[in-house]
């Protein structure tokens, strides 16, 4: 069923999205401020689920590319999406008839929202990632068969770009590069797919998702004890506490345009004689505890506060902050030979196999028992 | 030669005199006032009295106050303020006081407007900056607003454009209608940056009364010979001039007070501060002598800001927390607390509530008061009571510990007493005879800061290069602060690299300190 969504839903979305976005996907905050800035001045906008859009209409992706830091800075001016959405239905030569996220994240996870509500469209409850990944080509989209140009890359100059490329990996070179010109920060629309495709190929159901976790997270001091909200947190993620401990340290470089780094956790209560250590390239790759790996990409890792179980994302973490880490599945999508392929720890450039968490978690708490 | 430092906080405003050798010939502990002022001339006052030297030798006079936060969050005394972003057409899909709450978007006046111009990340303007676009504005701003906010687009990268519209609103608006430039308050990330400079504007009349009452309670003590500083919220010092047109950074200056002056009684540079006061514990890290900043954004008055503050944790447990027994035998203790009414309602001191001061005396911790007043308590609840407490304090230690090894805590604070001499997770404790005002030294002994922020591409200006240009500009700030430009030295140097920019951008921020002298 369609419903509307408000400021509160807003809020409980932008929430429960930054702890999909698995490290990654950008601050809430600034995302969150445009959606709610957008719906102040048009009223609520609407959400479609996944079966009520309608199999021959067109649907194209409104997200923001480039660099999360700098968009904390310099953000858009709100009506870019009316010009790229016109560009895409001129190259499409018919309408659009709503719009979707591409992943689930702090930023991008909003920017649909801005969409639809500045140009009264609805928004289908589906995405192409059940997470957040750092290149355009990563997307289950993609895994399906599609292309993910036709794209058009927007700056609030109002300069656009439309971007035909031959595969998706020349979307995501080319996209980055135009980015980079545009400011380091651009919106784009892409991902063009009938109701039909997209309901195929995409994670179904992920807004409602992000909000049913960030309602629980928003009511977490309402339950008896934290450590109560949190198990519920796992229950309905299907995930696991795979440590809990306190970032004692963090390095970061950058390598061809993105933010690499471990994070190193010291385990407390019991994990007080383990360390973790979590290797990430915007969002979290691998997940080490004494140096023995727990979970992987494709799988989602996370971290969240343990006092309020608010998400931790990479651009944030200090040291001294006391977390969770917690591990996810991933969607079926993704736990393909094909998928992981293309997002598994290999694509990352670690000698290690995907193994699916349940399984890794299984045989750690396992060989702990001995 | 001396030093006078006063710190007003929520309870109580305390002063100190120190000597040349920074050795605290006099201190006292007094109320706090409502209208703040007449509790500082009282301060001041007493804290002379007692000292008995000739106050022509006081060469330095620090005032660490809280009137700038209680007026905003009181709503009080502030300002209209006309608010001027550049970047246009970038960042309209948030406008100025977007989520603020909207009685004092109101009291401020709600003035605002989006310029063209504004910076990208590699320094580029976004659009061209047009003199004529802010002419047109500012004068219709006139005698609409007391005040003018300037919030450009990556002004730490070019402050150019900013500077560009403050001569403009000099020109046009008349010396008289102070101009709040953004990069001189916050850093990177355009809305807490907007937020603070924005409210630094509309602080402008109530800094002012701050330094007129300031500089009026010393003149009538006779102090003409002393210069003068407010505290700011890093633990340095800035000058009357500076401070009058950065009112926002002294928010926060009082628990930065209690780390530093706890460190300089304590002689370590590296240990967590227990600030132990009527009602609450606050406890806070000190890193090479000075506090370390909270990674969190911080709220005032319900307005989200990114300045810098000491991460601070704070617990419901203080010298006048009230003790219950419960009908099934179980005790509790907090987070309600007697306040600074402790000296007449507290058993030990003749009162009716049983307090964790009492328990204190009772176990033999201390002695102040009556003891004998205290034989109704028994033995076991006194030392169930002491395990609750302990429990607390160890609890919130180890919350802020960075590392699982046992660290050295500085113990302060008028409640001090209560706490017990070994605490779990703890190397040592160290205390001092002056740990009551440990506040009011740590304005005394206050430095002078500089800090400065700007993105850099490794690329085009190698790595040394560009922090030696971020400690340069460091240094200026604090030479324009009040420093000494040979005594300056650099505290910290901070590195974020960008994710998905190119060339290796990095942001780079720079801290330094030096002396008045």
């Given amino acids: 069923m369609s419903r509307k969504l408000y400021a509160e839903d807003i809020n409980q979305i932008a929430t429960g999205a930054a702890l999909l976005g698995a490290g990654g996907g950008g601050n809430p905050y600034i995302g969150k401020l445009m959606a709610l800035s957008m ?28 660099a999360p830091a700098v968009s904390m800075e310099k953000f858009p001016n709100g009506s870019e999406f009316r010009r790229s959405f016109e560009m895409m239905e001129s190259y499409y030569g018919k309408k659009i008839y709503g719009t979707f996220p591409i992943e689930a994240g702090g930023i991008n996870s909003m920017m649909p929202i801005v ?124 995930g696991f506490r795979l440590f809990t401990g306190k970032i004692t340290d ?15 956790i010291h385990g407390l209560n019991e994990d007080s004689e383990s360390t973790g250590q979590i290797s990430f390239q915007n969002e979290n790759i691998i997940f080490k505890v004494n140096d023995k790996v727990l979970a992987t990409a494709p799988d989602l890792i996370t971290m969240v506060d343990v006092d309020t179980l608010q998400p931790v994302t990479n651009e944030e973490i200090k040291y001294g902050k006391r977390v969770h880490v917690l591990g996810l599945p991933a969607n079926d999508k993704w736990r393909t030979p094909a998928g992981i392929k293309s997002v598994g720890p290999r694509y990352f450039k670690y000698d290690v196999d995907y193994v699916p968490i349940e399984t890794r978690y299984k045989n750690f708490v396992e060989e702990k028992g001995e | ?84 972003r550049i970047g246009y057409p970038a960042t309209a899909s948030i406008l100025p006081y977007t989520e603020w709450p909207s009685d004092i978007t109101k009291i401020l006046s709600n003035t605002f407007s989006l310029v063209h111009g504004g910076y990208e990340f590699n320094g580029d303007e976004i659009t061209p900056f047009q003199e004529d676009e802010v002419k047109d504005i500012l004068q219709s701003w ?89 505290c700011q919220n890093d633990g340095t010092l800035m000058s009357m001039e500076y401070a009058k047109s950065h009112p926002i950074l002294t928010i926060g200056s009082g628990p930065t007070n209690s780390i530093r002056g706890a460190a300089y009684l304590s002689k370590q540079e590296n240990a967590l501060v227990l600030d132990i006061g009527g009602t609450t514990s606050d406890i806070g890290v000190l890193v090479n002598g000075f506090p370390r900043e909270s990674s969190k954004s911080v709220t005032v008055g319900g307005i989200q800001t990114n300045f810098r503050m ?40 003749g009162g009716d509530v049983l307090t964790t001061t009492d328990i204190a005396v009772k176990l033999g911790m201390c002695q102040i008061g009556d003891p004998s007043l205290l034989s109704s308590i028994s033995d076991d609840v006194a030392q169930h009571a002491m395990t609750i407490i302990t429990q607390i304090l160890e609890d919130a230690i180890d919350r802020m510990k ?37 506040n009011a030294i740590g304005a005394t002994i206050a430095q002078i800061g500089g800090e400065y922020e700007k993105v850099y591409q490794y690329v085009d200006t190698p790595r040394t290069d560009a922090i030696k240009d971020a400690e340069l500009q460091a240094n200026q700030q604090a030479v324009n602060a009040g420093a000494v430009e040979d005594t300056i030295e650099t505290v910290s140097i901070e590195e974020i690299p960008l994710s998905y920019a190119p060339g290796d951008t990095t942001r780079v921020k720079v801290k330094v300190v030096g002396s008045n002298h």
């Fill in chain 2, 402 to 438: 960075t590392s699982s090894k046992d660290v050295p805590v500085i113990l302060v604070g008028g409640g001090a007493i209560i706490s017990p001499n070994h605490l779990k997770g703890v190397a040592q404790i160290y205390t001092d005879k002056f740990g009551g005002v440990a």
């Fill in chain 1, 250 to 264: 963090i390095e970061h470089t950058t390598k061809g345009g993105f933010n690499f780094g471990e994070t190193i």
């Fill in chain 2, 142 to 230: 006139q005698g609409k607003v007391d005040g003018i906010a300037v919030i450009g687009v990556f002004s730490s990268i070019n402050n150019d454009q900013e500077q560009k519209v403050k001569q403009l609103a000099e020109k046009i608006l008349g010396p008289d209608i102070p101009v709040s430039c953004s990069s001189t308050i916050g850093s990177i990330g355009l809305i807490g940056r907007e937020n603070a400079t924005i409210l630094n504007t509309a602080l402008f009349k109530v800094i002012k009364l701050v330094t007129d009452g300031f500089l009026n309670a010393l003149k009538q003590e006779g102090i003409t010979n002393a210069k003068q500083y407010l």
């Fill in chain 2, 1 to 84: 030669m001396y030093k006078l430092g006063i710190d007003v906080g929520g309870t109580n405003t305390d002063a100190v005199i120190l000597d040349s050798n920074l050795k605290v010939i006099s201190n006292i502990k007094t109320h706090t006032t409502k209208d703040i002022e007449s509790g500082i001339n009282n301060a001041i006052h007493q804290v002379i009295e007692q000292s008995q030297i000739d106050v022509q030798n006081i060469t330095e006079a620090m005032l660490g106050t809280t009137q700038a936060t209680n007026a905003i969050v009181e709503r009080q005394k502030l300002g209209k303020v006309g608010v001027i």
């Fill in chain 1, 39 to 66: 719906i102040k001045k048009n009223g609520p906008v609407t959400l479609l689920s996944p079966e009520e859009a309608p199999d021959e209409e067109l649907f194209v992706s409104a997200s923001g590319i480039g």
């Fill in chain 1, 115 to 238: 969409a639809a509500s500045d140009m009264n469209m609805p928004i289908v409850d589906a995405d192409g990632m059940g997470r957040a990944f750092p290149e355009l080509q990563m997307s289950t989209f993609v895994l399906a068969g599609h292309s993910v140009t036709p794209m058009v890359l927007t700056d609030e100059r109002g300069n656009t770009s439309l971007i035909n490329t031959i595969d998706p990996v020349w979307a995501e070179k080319i996209g980055r590069n135009v980015t980079v010109q545009m400011g380091a920060t651009a919106t784009s629309a892409s991902d063009g797919l009938t109701g039909k495709e997209l309901r195929e190929a995409g994670v179904l159901g992920i807004m409602t998702k992000s909000q049913k976790i960030g309602t629980l997270i928003q009511h977490a001091n309402e339950f008896d004890s934290v450590d109560q909200a949190l198990l519920e947190l796992l229950k309905i993620t299907n």
């Fill in chain 2, 310 to 349: 000491p991460d601070i944790l704070s617990v419901g447990l203080g010298g006048g927390s009230i003790v219950r027994e419960n009908s099934d035998g179980t005790i509790t203790v907090g987070p309600d607390s007697v306040g600074y009414e402790i000296t007449e309602k507290a058993k030990v001191f």
